[in-house]
C-alpha cells in the first residue's frame, strides 16, 4: 500500500505500507528488496527501545555513504563512498487493542492490516547497475552457502571460484552468465574467498561478520564487461514494484501519479 509518492527524475520519496508484524519479518523483506533492487543497505541506528506503539525501528543508509577511517581512504581506487544521500527507515508498529466497545483507539487507520511503515528515500547519486557498483554488491546467501559446500568438500578460494563460475556458465546463456559472473553476489573475488574460507574453517560465521568481508582489486574492476552491464539507473516505477515486492500488483506510475496508487 502506497501512502504518499513523489518523483523527481530518477528520486522517489515515499512512505508504504506492509502487512509485516516482526523484525523477523522485515529482515526478510528487507533482503528481497535488495535483492530485486541490486542496492545494499547499512544500519545507520537501531532503536533497543523504541517506544511503546512501537515493536521495532531500524534507519538504513546506502552503503556508498561509509565513515572513511583517513582523510585519504575516498582517494582509493576500490573506495565506493560516494556520499550518497539515500535512506530510509522501517517501522514495525504495535496493533492497537480495542476499548471496551470494541472500537480502534489509534486514528491510523492502516495499523490493523498494514503494521509496518518504510519511508524511503531513493536518491542515488551512483549508477545502481554499473560493473563497478555489481563488484561491490554483498555477496548473497546462497553464494555463501554454495561456497561452503566447495570448502568442506575440499576445494581451495581458487577452484571454489573456478566451480561457481562453471556452474554459472552450465546453468545461464553467455548473455547472464556475463552479468553474473561479473556480479559479486554471485561470484565473489578471491580475496573474498580466502578470508571467508580462513573464518568458516576457524569459527561459525555470521552474515553480519561475512557481509562484512570486502576487498575488490583494481585488476578486477578494470576486466568486468562494462559494456554489457553499464545501464543506467532504474526507472521509478521499477524501483517501486521491487520496493513493495510480492505486496504489488504491477505498479504505473505516471508524472501525474502520486498519491494512494495501490490499495
Ligand atoms: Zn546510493
Request: glycine share 4%.
Amino acid at each position: 500500500m502506497v501512502c504518499s509518492y513523489e518523483e523527481h527524475g530518477h528520486s522517489i520519496e515515499c512512505t508504504i505500507r506492509l502487512p509485516l508484524d516482526t523484525k523477523d519479518d522485515t529482515d526478510v523483506w528487507l533482503k528481497n528488496f535488495q535483492d530485486a533492487s541490486f542496492s545494499a543497505w547499512r544500519v545507520s541506528n537501531n532503536y533497543p527501545h523504541c517506544g511503546k506503539k512501537n515493536t521495532y525501528r531500524v534507519d538504513l543508509h546506502c552503503q556508498h555513504n561509509t565513515c572513511p577511517r583517513s582523510l585519504t581512504a575516498d582517494q582509493r581506487k576500490g573506495s565506493k563512498n560516494t556520499k550518497c544521500p539515500s535512506k530510509f527507515y522501517i517501522v514495525v508498529k504495535k496493533r492497537p487493542c480495542a476499548d471496551v466497545r470494541g472500537r480502534q483507539r489509534s486514528k491510523d487507520v492502516h495499523i490493523t492490516s498494514h503494521p509496518t511503515v518504510v519511508n524511503l528515500k531513493w536518491n542515488h547519486n551512483h549508477e545502481i547497475t554499473s560493473a563497478d557498483t555489481f563488484r561491490k554488491r554483498d555477496v548473497s546467501d546462497a553464494t555463501r552457502e554454495k561456497l561452503l559446500e566447495l570448502f568442506s568438500a575440499g576445494h581451495s578460494p581458487s577452484s571454489a571460484i573456478d566451480t561457481l563460475k562453471y556452474d554459472l556458465q552450465m546453468e545461464n546463456n553467455d548473455e547472464d552468465y556475463l552479468r553474473l559472473s561479473a556480479d559479486k553476489a554471485t561470484c565473489p573475488d578471491l580475496q573474498y574467498c580466502f578470508r571467508f574460507g580462513e573464518a568458516a574453517t576457524t569459527s561459525f560465521i555470521t552474515n553480519e561478520q561475512a557481509a562484512t568481508i570486502s576487498f575488490i582489486t583494481n585488476e578486477q574492476v578494470a576486466t568486468t564487461p562494462s559494456l554489457v552491464m553499464n545501464r543506467l539507473l532504474p526507472p521509478p516505477s521499477l524501483v517501486m514494484n521491487r520496493l513493495l515486492g510480492k505486496y504489488s500488483r504491477s505498479v504505473s506510475l505516471g508524472t501525474n501519479a502520486t498519491l494512494c496508487l495501490l490499495r
